[in-house]
């Protein structure tokens, strides 16, 4: 029954803790660089928000070990060109089953355009989102800066804690 809810579990209690703590570890730092994106957001831009800073913080907070800088602008480029679609969707027409295959299909088409590669993907999955939560009452202004402060809280994170390395592999290869 363990082998099905846990393949590879630890055969020892003591091992336990070891073996959660990466798990742990990428949960409280992805929690905490989303919360304080929020914080941010509440404090800079003042009267309405919405959680897109978290938003953009948590998707640029994602970023393997392996990703590099370079990687980490991309992923913020494809998280707000899929805000600034959706934004401009929401300002226009709000959510609907077009306004929903025009997010999708715009940021696909300009996530080819800017040739995000790996990262495409994030911007029609950021728009789809942005549409889905966004306020009418909250300027486009303010979607673009809580964007960008979520973005600067995720690579500041990425910088100061970065993800773990999966050691773990390499060291059975050896």
Known sequence: MVNLAWPGHPTQWRDVPA?????????LRLTTGSVLAYLLTLL???GKIDITGALTALLVMQA?????LRMGIVRVGAVLGG??????LSYWVGLSWWSLALA???SLILSKVLRLGEQAIEMPISAMLILAVSDPAIA??????????GAGVGVTFNLLYPPALPVRPAGDSI
């Open 19 to 27: 073996r959660l703590q990466p798990t742990m570890l990428t949960t």
């Open 44 to 46: 800079i831009s003042g």
């Open 64 to 68: 393997s070990a392996y990703s590099t």
């Open 83 to 88: 805000v600034l679609v959706a934004t401009l």
């Open 104 to 106: 999708v299909g715009l």
């Open 140 to 149: 486009a202004e303010t979607r673009v800066l809580n964007t960008l402060i």
